[in-house]
């Protein structure tokens, strides 16, 4: 059974970071992609990240590139996002995804806010 299971989440000041966590089980971790995203309330999920499974990385909106990273331990089947200079945007529920089999995490709830 495939989980991915998301941590890290919680508040934040302004111009702080964070690293969330996805932990995943139920497969090989190193032969899949995944992704981060995250979703506002009443908004669509918006893509953040890619790592392929060569460990290759892509982060896609302009809003975030320079500010969050996403990277993959494949012994620990973990997928980690690092998010620094969080902006009261950012704040969102975070959730990883493998797409194929189209799998997700239930989200972590990131605030930002003084």
């Known amino acids: 059974q495939v989980e991915l299971v998301e941590s890290g989440g919680g508040l934040v000041q302004p111009g702080g970071s964070l690293r969330l966590s996805c932990t995943v089980s139920?497969?090989?971790?190193?032969?899949?992609?995944m992704r981060w995203f995250r979703q506002v309330p009443g908004k669509a999920r918006e893509l953040l990240a890619t790592?392929?499974?060569?460990?290759?990385?892509?982060v896609y909106p302009e809003s975030v590139k320079g500010r969050f990273a996403i990277s993959r331990d494949n012994n620990k089947s973990m997928i980690f996002l690092q998010m620094n200079n969080l902006k009261p945007e950012d704040t969102a529920v975070y959730y990883c995804?493998?797409?194929?089999?189209?799998?997700w995490g239930r989200g972590t709830l990131v605030t930002v806010s003084s």
């Open positions: 139920g497969f090989t971790l190193s032969q899949y992609a």
């Open positions: 790592t392929g499974s060569a460990d290759v990385s892509t």
């Open positions: 995804n493998r797409p194929t089999g189209n799998n």
